[in-house]
């Protein structure tokens, strides 16, 4: 006599398909790479960098500590005056302080990259040539001797110092 309720052969829980998974992960790994800016400093100095006709891009910009030179915002200005001020990351500072702040920057480096850390100095085309060269002697006694100065193309049909 047969069974009419009980089982005669045993089910098994199907195995899950994983080959969407790559998939699934790739698109999320874009969908986050496209919506997350990377952090930067927020600018707290106006700067309108200087024209040149011979300019190169820089290779790796993770080993870049950039350094920006100009008079302070519209908003900034009644309380700091009016005068060229260096910005270190999102607050202003001395010449004196560059040296810990090179030292800081490249600590945060791996032991390989420390020797390719390059300073890229943003600067007003207007600042006295006086706090460029307190800004250059305080690099060179923190050794940070890699410095690029940023740039934009001047026209062709621009001669040179004319405006």
């Given at each position: 006599?047969?069974?009419r309720?009980?089982?005669?052969?045993k089910?098994?829980?199907?195995?899950?398909?994983?080959?969407?998974?790559?998939?699934?992960?790739?698109?999320?790994?874009?969908?986050?790479?496209?919506?997350?800016?990377?952090?930067?400093?927020?600018?707290?100095?106006?700067?309108?960098v200087?024209?040149?006709?011979?300019?190169?891009r820089?290779?790796?910009?993770?080993?870049?500590?950039?350094?920006?030179?100009?008079?302070?915002?519209?908003?900034?200005?009644?309380?700091?005056?009016?005068?060229?001020?260096?910005?270190?990351?999102?607050?202003?500072?001395?010449?004196?302080?560059?040296?810990?702040?090179?030292?800081?920057?490249?600590?945060?480096?791996?032991?390989?990259?420390?020797?390719?850390?390059?300073?890229?100095?943003?600067?007003?085309?207007?600042?006295?040539?006086?706090?460029?060269?307190?800004?250059?002697e305080?690099?060179r006694?923190?050794?940070?001797?890699?410095?690029?100065?940023?740039?934009?193309?001047?026209?062709?049909d621009?001669?040179?110092?004319a405006?």
């Amino acid at each position: 006599m047969k069974r009419r309720f009980g089982r005669t052969d045993k089910r098994t829980m199907p195995v899950l398909n994983t080959a969407s998974l790559p998939d699934l992960i790739f698109t999320l790994l874009f969908f986050f790479m496209i919506v997350t800016n990377m952090r930067e400093a927020p600018l707290k100095v106006e700067f309108k960098v200087p024209q040149a006709t011979e300019l190169e891009r820089l290779e790796k910009k993770s080993l870049v500590t950039y350094i920006y030179v100009g008079r302070p915002t519209e908003d900034l200005r009644d309380e700091l005056g009016d005068e060229s001020r260096i910005q270190l990351n999102d607050a202003f500072a001395d010449v004196s302080e560059i040296g810990g702040y090179i030292a800081d920057e490249r600590a945060s480096l791996s032991e390989d990259d420390r020797p390719l850390m390059t300073v890229s100095l943003k600067i007003d085309e207007n600042t006295p040539m006086g706090l460029v060269s307190d800004l250059k002697e305080a690099l060179r006694e923190a050794h940070a001797l890699r410095i690029n100065y940023v740039a934009v193309p001047r026209a062709d049909d621009d001669p040179p110092g004319a405006e």
